[in-house]
Structure formats: structure tokens, C-alpha cells
């Protein structure tokens, strides 16, 4: 079936875009944002993905403002042509890699926004990430990050209207595509595997540079995957410095798979440290709240033609312990040496992970 980006010489196969290269259940591709006031003041997240083979298309945004998490959530049949909207939710691509628009229309939940997002740095490419289970990839997909900014207005299910200004609001977004765990899988008839993933990812934001660091350690610790970088902002338009391995130090709330505080050390190539990155936490978002590992608007999964809903959680009522509080981005203020920033660390720990003192599958914390 052609569509209007048959138009374009972007094709990677013989088939026209709409046909995916592959039939795996579990490909997607997808939108990702956050974003921030410096002070603490609100955070926002938002979401978009399309599973071509599901035949859906789902997205949220949400927002935490005074002690609350609210989200919007939205599901639907995927159009052929890979629009970027579902129900109220709509992301346009203003100009590619450096200007984006997420809009929430009216809907029954009363959270509204009209955000815009722009550029700080260039889009960068992470390494691919691939895990591999019983000889079947579980997960392989390629990402790009880019930090920014954010300007316009959301309007709260409380009736407060925050306004978003540039100056003091930083975002990161991503874009991902491959292949991922989503929505209901098949039964096989492989023995069941342990899962375990230990997951930091830390894009931070300073006045003249911004710093990156990704990185997947199996329960002892052996590091499989590591990127860390300086990003320079624009409009200087160098390269990143790709640095060596990193150094970091968690510790946990007790009872919590959730920071208390957190230092990173990140070396250059040439042997020499960079000012330890100390982070302070402020409060913690979590990303169920655009559909990550949600009980109910999970990634992928299929809500029929169209279903739209709502929720707003303190975040005192996250359950520590549940799967859908696990994966988790805490907003900090951060200091390297005598610079001083804004970030947030993103924290995902399903399993052991003896470094830092985690037993069980989702037990929080116990101190020795």
C-alpha cells in the first residue's frame, strides 16, 4: 500500500514504507520527551509510538505539578500512513531534528497542553541496544537524544495553567525504532529465563555544555553497554567528545529501587577525570505514567479503534515495589565542579544487581 512518504527516497527495502521489513510483533517505532523547570516547579513527559504489525497507535503526556502526577493516555487503529496523532494527543515535526510540537487537545481528563520544543545541541546516536534470550532477540533498536528546551502552556486537570518558558524549562527527547517487548506476547515453549536489567541513562544540562551517560550492567555488575559524552550546545556545531568508561555511585531510599543521592564520574579518553557530577534529588516521575510498564495503557497494546483516559496520582501512592513504579526518572539538580546544572537520572532495575546492593525482582533497598 503507498503512502505519501513513498514520495521521499528514504526506502531501506523493495516494499513500499508501510510494510514493515519484518513481521515480528514487537517492532515499533517511537517518540519520546521530557522536560522541566530548573527550580523544580514541573515536570512533563510525553510519548508517542506506532507497532505496525499490532495496527496501533498509542501515546500520553503527563505532568507533575505540586506533589500529583496526571496523564493523559491514548490508544487507537494506526493509520496506514503513520500519522503522528491519536485521539488528542498530536506531535508535529516542525523542523526535522531541531524543532518539535506536542499539542493535547481538549479531552475528558482536563489536561491540555501546547508545548513546543527546541534544540539545544544535535541529535545524537546511541549504540544499538540488543538483548538476546533463548536465541531470539528481545531487544534490538537504535536511538537518538537531543536536549532542548520547551515554551508554551499546559492547563492542569486542577484549572492551573502553567506557563512553559524557554529560559528556565530544559527538555531531552529521543526517537527510537526496532525492536522492543510490547503490548501481549506469545507464547513459546522456551523455559522461562530470569529477567534482569540494570539500566542508568543521565542526560544533563548545563549553561555551556551539555553531558550524557547511558549504560546496561547484567546483575554483577559486567557492564554490556556504556556511552558517555559532552555535547556541545548551539550554535557551535562540533562534535561530542566520546569518553571512556564512567565511574558512579547510588544509593538507594530504604525500602526503594529509587535514588537517594548519586554520583558520576565521567574520564576522558586521555586518562584524565572530569569533576565528579554530583546529583541532588528533588522528586521522581514515574514513567507509567506515559505508559511504560502501566497495568492498563501499556506500550502497544490494543485498546480497539480508539480509547482515551486519565489519571492523576500523588506521588506518595506510587507502590515502591510495584513492576509499574519501577522504571523511573528522578529530577536533580547537579554540580560538576564549579558549574552547575539540571538533569535527571533515569533509574531502571528489575532483578539483582549486587554493586548496589538489590536482591529480589522488585524488592526495594535493604540497608546492611
Not at 507497532?51 to 496523564?71: I, K, L
Not at 528556565?168 to 527510537?176: G, P
Not at 541513562?201 to 551517560?213: G, V
Request: charged share 20%; aromatic share 10%; proline share 8%.
Amino acid at each position: 500500500m503507498l503512502t505519501p512518504f513513498d514520495d521521499y527516497p528514504i526506502h531501506q527495502t523493495p516494499a513500499p514504507i508501510a510494510q514493515p521489513v519484518s513481521a515480528d510483533p514487537n517492532h515499533y517505532d517511537r517518540y519520546w520527551f521530557n522536560g522541566y523547570d530548573r527550580d523544580g516547579g514541573f515536570f512533563l513527559g510525553g510519548a508517542m509510538g506506532h507497532y505496525p504489525n499490532r495496527g496501533v497507535v498509542d501515546g500520553a503526556f503527563s505532568v507533575v505539578h505540586d506533589g500529583v502526577e496526571h496523564s493523559v493516555f491514548a490508544s487507537g487503529r494506526m493509520p496506514a500512513d503513520r500519522a503522528t496523532t491519536v485521539g488528542p494527543l498530536r506531535i508535529e515535526i516542525v523542523e526535522p531534528l531541531r524543532t518539535l510540537r506536542y499539542v493535547v487537545d481538549d479531552n475528558d481528563h482536563g489536561l491540555t497542553a501546547d508545548v513546543t520544543f527546541r534544540a539545544r545541541t544535535e541529535a545524537i546516536e546511541e549504540p544499538r541496544q540488543q538483548i538476546v534470550r533463548n536465541n531470539v532477540p528481545m531487544m534490538d533498536y537504535t536511538r537518538l537524544t537531543q536536549w532542548g528546551t520547551w515554551e508554551g502552556t499546559i492547563t492542569l486537570p486542577t484549572g492551573v495553567t502553567l506557563d512553559v518558558d524557554p529560559s528556565r524549562t530544559y527538555a531531552t527527547r529521543d526517537r527510537s525504532w526496532g525492536v522492543r517487548g510490547v503490548g501481549q506476547q506469545a507464547p513459546t515453549n522456551f523455559d522461562p529465563a530470569p529477567m534482569q536489567i540494570f539500566w542508568l541513562w543521565a542526560p544533563l544540562h548545563f549553561d555551556d555544555c551539555c553531558t550524557h551517560l547511558a549504560l546496561f550492567e547484567r546483575a554483577d555488575g559486567e557492564r554490556w553497554l556504556e556511552q558517555a559524552l559532552v555535547v556541545p550546545v548551539l550554535p557551535d556545531a562540533g562534535e561530542p567528545e566520546h569518553l571512556a568508561r564512567s565511574e558512579y555511585e547510588v544509593e538507594w531510599l530504604p525500602g526503594r529501587r529509587e535514588m537517594a543521592s548519586a554520583r558520576v564520574t565521567l574520564n576522558r579518553r586521555d586518562g584524565t577525570a572530569m569533576p565528579t557530577i554530583e546529583f541532588e534529588r528533588l522528586f521522581t516521575f514515574r514513567m507509567r505514567g506515559i505508559g511504560y510498564t502501566h497495568p492498563h495503557w501499556s506500550h502497544g497494546s490494543n485498546h480497539g479503534e480508539l480509547e482515551v483516559g486519565g489519571e492523576s496520582v500523588a506521588l506518595g501512592d506510587f507502590v515502591p515495589d510495584d513492576p509499574s513504579s519501577i522504571h523511573i526518572q528522578t529530577l536533580c539538580k547537579v554540580r560538576m565542579g564549579d558549574r552547575e546544572g539540571v538533569g535527571v537520572l533515569e533509574q531502571l532495575a528489575f532483578g539483582p544487581h549486587a554493586p548496589t546492593g538489590l536482591t529480589g525482582f522488585t524488592d526495594g533497598f535493604t540497608p546492611a
